[in-house]
């Protein structure tokens, strides 16, 4: 079953239509609210949350368009909520979840671990703009899209995250190998 | 050099390296760069920190969210649908309103059972109505949430 396939058949009431849906995009969904949310925990629940939402706005979606770019807007939305009363209750002392998926890759020399907790050290805006561009190969258009920002707030974004992470990733290997010097 | 210039020199080589347009001419960019080193540096880093994400993929989780989806799905289905008519509730103010205007009255001696009696109706209104006062409506939060 397509997708506008199944959004019709949903707005007509059959809600297993929508299983179709959460079934092919809730792992995609469940890796872009972990990397704004930063735990699993509060990934599943945002998603859980979006999909719902996305049920009974279904109504008001535009079959032109494509469903999951819909569904991230909602995602983010309630991601970015999440996190701000997270950001008000204190931090949450949930367990930590890599972002990247292992590869028998070590990048230029820097340690896997290095590059996932550089990103993890990020601010969650930074996190989700660099991880759109880079593991999701979105273009600066469409990352506007998602964003609900200008391309060329996009490209000033963009370079300023880059920057940062670069300075993550630094201090990251710096604190790693001072522990390594203390342990020896 | 000006700092300005020099991001915008910054930006432009960023969005050829992404295959996007840039803001400035590739001409312009690599002019500038003859006689910049704190660019040159500065773009050289930026590609090496660029090539530890290239070619990376996300992880990929395998939990499952329908059922619970599904389950809330139900409730929301479930749960009592507000009442229609506001008749009831019309009705109830007037009743309150009437009684304020008696209690207020000079010629009334205030009661126990008189100051008691919105109480006894407030109860029985919301039983007949099958309606807890208390309960918060999740589904207007929820519409309300979406931009």
Do not use: K, M, Y
């Given at each position: 079953m397509d997708d506008s396939t199944a959004i019709q058949k949903c707005r007509a009431?059959?809600?297993?239509?929508?299983s179709h849906l959460v079934r092919r995009y809730q792992s995609e969904a469940i890796g872009h609210a972990l990397t704004i949310l930063g735990n699993l925990e509060d990934a599943l629940d945002a998603v859980q949350d979006a999909f719902l939402d996305a049920y009974q706005a279904v109504g008001k979606f535009?079959?032109?368009?494509?469903?999951y770019p819909w569904l991230y807007t909602i995602l983010r939305n309630r991601c970015f909520e999440m996190l701000a009363s997270r950001r008000k209750q204190a931090a949450a002392g949930a367990e930590v979840v890599e972002i990247l998926a292992r590869t028998a890759k070590d990048s230029c020399g820097v340690a896997e671990n290095v590059v996932d907790r550089a990103l993890r050290e990020l601010a969650a805006e930074d996190r989700e703009l660099l991880t759109l561009k880079?593991?999701?190969?979105?273009?600066y258009d469409e990352l506007a899209e998602r964003l609900g920002i200008p391309a060329g707030t996009v490209m000033s974004r963009l370079y300023y995250a880059r920057k940062r992470f670069r300075e993550k990733v630094l201090m990251v290997q710096e604190t790693l190998d001072s522990w390594e010097k203390n342990d020896e | 050099m000006n700092k300005e210039y020099c991001e915008r020199i910054r930006i432009s080589a960023m969005a050829s390296r992404d295959g996007e347009s840039p803001p400035l001419s590739e001409q312009e960019v690599s002019k500038h760069l003859e006689s910049c080193a704190d660019c040159r540096l500065e773009i050289d880093q930026q590609r090496q920190a660029m090539a530890l994400l290239d070619g990376r993929s996300r992880r990929v989780f395998a939990q499952d969210v329908w059922p619970e989806i599904a389950t809330a799905m139900e409730a929301t289905k479930a749960r009592p649908k507000q009442p229609a008519s506001v008749a009831p509730f019309v009705v109830l103010c007037l009743f309150l309103l009437t009684h304020k205007i008696i209690e207020v009255l000079p010629s009334v001696t205030a009661g126990v059972m008189i100051k008691l009696a919105p109480v006894a109706v407030l109860v029985l209104f919301f039983s007949l109505l099958k309606?807890?006062?208390?309960?918060?409506n999740e589904n207007l939060k929820l519409q309300g949430d979406i931009k």
């Open positions: 009431g059959e809600t297993e239509a929508f535009d079959v032109s368009r494509r469903f880079h593991l999701d190969g979105l273009s | 309606q807890n006062p208390f309960h918060i």
